[in-house]
């Protein structure tokens, strides 16, 4: 067995350090913190006291299984050979999920709050990790101590393919009750600082014998390897977009593309061996959601007979603010603030169940400083939010919705017009 199958906790628990670490240095306030450092130690390690500083500390602190077995079995199996593929006769992969406990420290007032709040919002930000992502952090994390004890493991691997078995993993918050917390802090044996745990899930482990007594047989399993925008890789996936699934042996005897969320198979514009094109329908909320290409086999009469089903790929659904309008007065007193209500039109639609979040930005200290106003409820769905502010400044904002932790997008900079992203109070 590949010395890259036994890689898995500390790849994740790498990349998480590295996209901690990154962050820090490209956020304003974070900056404004000092020097910060991140590490993945056992909490009873980090000093504390008179020797507490600025730090972030993740700890992987508990390994559960996934009951997704099934699922990452063919998974793995979806990027072996295109030719071929293994028939086990031993153990599947064993699917995993991480816990992560992690922990702010700070020897001055409010340090260790900033520190849990931006590391929150960053997590929060980056709920799937692709393998390019995967593959990006390992390269920074090898390069930045080359004598460490990651670098030279990586070194003895290949890091491309290392991150392609690992393939996505999600990250999710896991919110513990004070006894929960207490329990988990009580058996780390040391004192308590403000903290949150994650789960990241889909994390696989090949068994070491599963390449025993095996034997190949022709397979044409379609194998999905990405999925864009189909204008650019880099361009986010809006509503009416159309995507562009990339990949092998994908032009089946009758092709169809299927999204985790619907029960009905969608038929793609163009297909060919390697790339699938396809527009999103109109009734997908905001949000993550996977996409398989499948392929019906048909008899001889045309009649279906069948079904062969590729590895699922995920990919991000953005909402869009196609207009706004304000409405505000002064709230009273001397200190110029103003509350009212924002209304956004949307698109696509918001579901009635779904997390929405409206983010206003100071044009004028862009990025530095906003604020933030939690949507409520909805009787139904809608393309209409009208959204309660309360004791904001004068000035002029540039408007973000989130939706189930999905964000519309911004500008990189100030440069052109935004007139419906933006808002005068």
């Given amino acids: 067995m590949s010395m890259s199958h036994t890689l898995s906790l500390v790849t994740v628990t790498a990349v998480l350090k590295n996209l901690l670490e990154n962050g820090l240095v490209n956020d304003a306030i974070a900056a404004s913190l000092g020097e910060v450092i991140v590490t993945a130690l056992p909490p009873d390690r980090i000093s504390v006291g008179t020797d507490e500083r600025a730090q972030l500390n993740l700890f992987l602190y508990q390994v559960t299984q996934n009951r997704n077995a099934d699922w990452i079995s063919q998974e793995i199996g979806g990027k072996r050979s295109p030719i071929t593929r293994e028939i086990r006769s031993a153990n599947p992969p064993l699917a995993l999920n991480l816990h ?87 058996a780390l044996q040391t004192n308590y600082r ?43 996936i809006v509503a009416g977009s159309t995507l562009l699934i990339r990949g092998k042996q994908l032009l089946g005897d009758l092709t169809r593309v299927r999204l985790s969320v619907m029960e009905s198979l969608l038929e793609p514009q163009d297909v060919t061996e390697t790339q699938v094109s396809f527009s999103l329908p109109s009734n997908l909320y905001a949000g993550i959601h996977g996409v398989q290409v499948v392929h019906l086999k048909l008899k001889a009469a045309g009649m279906q007979h069948g079904k062969i089903e590729s590895n699922i790929v995920p990919f991000v659904l953005h909402p869009t603010i196609t207009a706004s309008e304000t409405r505000v007065r002064e709230s009273g007193g001397s200190s110029k603030l103003y509350s009212g209500e924002i209304s956004i039109q949307c698109n696509p639609k918001v579901g009635k169940a779904q997390r929405v ?21 909805r009787h139904e769905e809608t393309n209409l939010l009208v959204v309660p502010v309360n004791n904001v400044k004068a000035g002029t904002y540039l408007v ?26």
């Fill in 100 to 186: 992560y406990l992690l922990t702010a420290y700070g020897a001055k007032d409010f340090q260790s709050e900033l520190l849990l709040e931006y590391a929150m919002h960053l997590l929060h930000e980056t709920p799937v990790l692709t393998s390019n992502l995967i593959e990006t952090a390992l390269k920074n994390a090898s390069a930045v101590n080359t004598s460490s004890i990651l670098s030279q493991v990586l070194s003895a691997v290949s890091i491309l393919d290392l991150a392609e078995k690992i393939g996505q993993i999600k990250i999710n918050p896991e919110f513990f009750s004070m006894e929960e917390t207490t329990k988990l802090w009580s």
């Fill in 194 to 236: 403000p903290s949150v745990a994650y789960c990241v899930s889909m994390v696989a482990i090949d068994s070491r014998n599963s390449s025993r007594h095996s034997h190949t047989v022709p397979s044409s399993r379609p194998i999905v390897e990405a999925v864009a925008a189909r204008s650019g890789a880099t361009q986010e």
């Fill in 357 to 377: 979040t409206l983010i206003l930005y100071v044009v004028s200290s862009y990025g530095a400083e906003s604020y933030s106003f939690s949507v409520a409820s």
């Fill in 400 to 425: 973000q919705l989130q939706v189930d932790g999905t964000q519309s997008f911004l500008p990189n900079d100030l440069s052109g017009q935004y007139d419906p992203l933006q808002v005068t109070i």
